[in-house]
């Protein structure tokens, strides 16, 4: 079965500086990994995801990800943040072949200092 | 497109009342899922559909019923609730069983059992 670990419930980072949240999967078969954002009161809406076609990932608001084998990772990075992108992002891992859902990490709250 | 839609947002409820919990989309897509959130546990899924009269349990099924009659519709039964059941519930869908499909995700129903 496969699982997602996210380091760090919250994460707090000043307006301008890199954003760096750490998502690192499990799978015992090639996965498609993941990155949802949620905005408070709202649903999940996907920033980027990984489906083998580029191991370097670009999504919407200027986020990115990479995915690396070797180490089991997917994180996320922004090269500066901004007051908006303060919000709950979650990893998710999906296998192929079959219907299940996503796994799901338990999440990390970004919080953007002025 | 309205996308995932649920209804309705907000519901409380008493011990061992039940309902239904509403989800449609209208991007024909063929998969359709119920997860549940709870405060550091990321989400988990409930129950999930891969066409019109398909249904399967996901890793937390207990206490839920689903069905799926047509393509747009998934709703989600509570026939007794508890307290336990108290969380927010997203319903989502993505085009088909591949795993590396998008899934979108409805705005969610938080639901209180007192």
């Known amino acids: 079965a496969q699982s997602v670990t996210q380091l760090g419930s919250h994460v707090s980072v000043s307006e301008g500086a890199l954003v760096l949240l750490r998502c690192n999967y499990s799978?015992?078969?090639?996965?498609?990994l993941f990155w949802y954002v949620q905005y408070p009161n709202q649903g999940l809406q996907l920033l980027l995801k990984?489906?083998?076609?580029?191991?370097l990932v670009k999504g919407i608001n200027g986020f990115e990800a990479e995915f690396k084998k070797s180490e089991t990772s997917f994180h996320l990075t922004k090269p500066s943040a901004h007051m908006s992108d303060a919000a709950e992002y979650f990893c998710?891992?999906?296998?192929?072949?079959?219907?299940?859902?996503?796994?799901f990490g338990k999440g990390t709250h970004l919080i953007i200092q002025p | 497109n309205a996308g995932v839609t649920q209804t309705p947002k907000f519901q409380v409820l008493k011990t061992g009342q039940s309902m239904t919990l509403q989800c449609a989309q209208d991007?024909?897509?063929?998969?359709m899922s119920w997860y549940r959130q709870d405060p550091g546990m990321g989400l988990r899924l409930i129950h999930y559909?891969?066409?019109?009269?398909?249904?399967d349990q996901g890793e937390v099924p207990n206490g839920y019923n689903v069905s799926r009659s047509t393509t747009e519709d998934f709703p989600l039964r509570l026939l007794s609730a508890a307290p336990s059941q108290t969380s927010v519930y997203f319903c989502a869908s993505r085009r088909s069983s591949g795993s590396g499909d998008t899934q979108y995700f409805g705005p969610g129903t938080r639901l209180t059992v007192l």
């Open positions: 990984y489906t083998s076609a580029a191991t």
């Open positions: 998710a891992v999906s296998v192929g072949g079959g219907a299940d859902g996503l796994t």
């Open positions: 799978s015992s078969v090639p996965p498609y």
């Open positions: 559909s891969v066409g019109a009269g398909i249904t």
């Open positions: 991007m024909n897509h063929e998969y």
